[in-house]
T-cell receptor, first 114, second 117 residues
Framework: AQTVTQSQPEMSVQEAETVTLSCTYD???????LFWYKQPPSRQMILVIR??????QNATENRFSVNFQKAAKSFSLKISDSQLGDAAMYFC???????????FGTGTSLTVIP | DGGITQSPKYLFRKEGQNVTLSCEQN?????MYWYRQDPGQGLRLIYY???????QKGDIAEGYSVSREKKESFPLTVTSAQKNPTAFYLC????????????????FGPGTRLTVL
């Protein structure tokens, strides 16, 4: 079974500081993709960053980076220099290449404190 | 502009009524998906379709029905058999999964908030 676990229902960070959101997943597949999506108060889902499992190098997108530990099945998101606009629900997601579904975690609600 | 549209944004249903949520995309994507979002439960898959006139049940298909008569459109009907339909519904689309697919990303619509009165 494919499962995605986000163990932190809520997190908070001071503006300009760094925060890390955790995600673990369970799979027997070897070829898959991992994603972090952001859902702000508007509820529009926005892709933040993706990681291909066959790539060892961690993905980065400006202030967002991931720590991908394939053996540990861990995929955490680091947000540097946090901004007020980063306040949102963040979802970790997984899909395997021969499948046809995305599997989402339950989300982490991030608050940014001015 | 390419994207996914969902309508209406807010929908109110009386007990015993069927309602249909619209989802249209002009991204030329083959795959389309319907999710239900409840507080604390993330996104749960209702139905998905990878080709016109074909669709598969997701994890929580009971009480819902879909059709895929056109590549661009994937409407969701919430039937009276759905016991607790009040939720936020998200439609998404993507290319078919594959090594060379467009990063295998799902694109989402703005959602429909359904409330049962």
């Amino acid at each position: 079974a494919q499962t995605v676990t986000q163990s932190q229902p809520e997190m908070s960070v001071q503006e300009a500081e760094t925060v890390t959101l955790s995600c673990t997943y369970d799979t027997s597949e070897s070829d898959y993709y991992l994603f972090w999506y952001k859902q702000p108060p508007s509820r529009q889902m926005i892709l933040v960053i993706r990681q291909e499992a066959y790539k060892q190098q961690n993905a980065t997108e400006n202030r967002f980076s991931v720590n991908f530990q394939k053996a540990a099945k861990s995929f955490s998101l680091k947000i540097s220099d946090s901004q007020l606009g980063d306040a949102a629900m963040y979802f970790c997601a997984y899909m395997y290449l021969t499948g046809n579904q995305f599997y989402f975690g339950t989300g982490t609600s991030l608050t940014v404190i001015p | 502009d390419g994207g996914i549209t969902q309508s209406p944004k807010y929908l109110f249903r009386k007990e015993g009524q069927n309602v249909t949520l619209s989802c249209e995309q002009n991204l030329n994507h083959d795959a389309m998906y319907w999710y239900r979002q409840d507080p604390g439960q993330g996104l749960r898959l209702i139905y998905y379709s990878q080709i016109v006139n074909d669709f598969q049940k997701g994890d929580i298909a009971e009480g819902y029905s879909v059709s895929r008569e056109k590549k661009e459109s994937f409407p969701l009907t919430v039937t009276s058999a759905q016991k607790n339909p009040t939720a936020f519904y998200l439609c998404a689309s993507s290319t078919l999964p594959g090594r060379h697919s467009s990063y295998n990303e799902q694109f989402f619509g703005p959602g429909t908030r359904l409330t049962v009165l």
